[in-house]
């Protein structure tokens, strides 16, 4: 089993930044990835951004040259910083320990954090 433990949303003028962390413990060697996950008001999940082991990264085009996922390996941790927030970018997000192959990644067996909320003020 995985335990995925999120910290740092808040709330933020737009323009803002932020970074949410999220610590995995348990088995983390049953995963090669880690993502991101957002879901907004009456919208579906989406995929943030993920990472590989090797630090090979995948974002969703709306994100791209303002959010950038990190991989602490030491730590289990994995970060998203988020810089230029818009708000659009208001949701609850999630942190996933998945698998990660050819740039795509997949959220496997279902390791999920608690979600964290974030909101940006316009």
């Known amino acids: 089993q995985v335990r995925l433990v999120q910290s740092g949303g808040d709330l933020v003028q737009a323009g803002g930044s932020l970074r949410l962390s999220c610590v995995a413990s348990?088995?983390?060697?049953?995963?090669?990835?880690m993502a991101w996950y957002r879901q907004g008001p009456g919208k579906e999940r989406e995929l943030v951004a993920g990472?590989?082991?090797?630090?090979?990264?995948t974002y969703t085009e709306s994100v791209k040259g303002r959010f950038t996922i990190s991989w602490d390996n030491a730590k289990n941790t994995v970060y998203l910083n988020m810089n230029s927030l818009k708000s659009e970018d208001t949701a609850v997000y999630y942190c996933?320990?998945?698998?990660?192959?050819?740039?795509?990644?997949?959220?496997?067996?279902?390791?999920w954090g608690q979600g964290t909320q974030v909101t940006v003020s316009s």
């Open positions: 990472i590989s082991r090797d630090d090979d990264t």
């Open positions: 996933s320990a998945g698998d990660y192959y050819g740039g795509v990644y997949y959220p496997g067996a279902g390791y």
């Open positions: 348990g088995s983390t060697g049953s995963f090669n990835g």
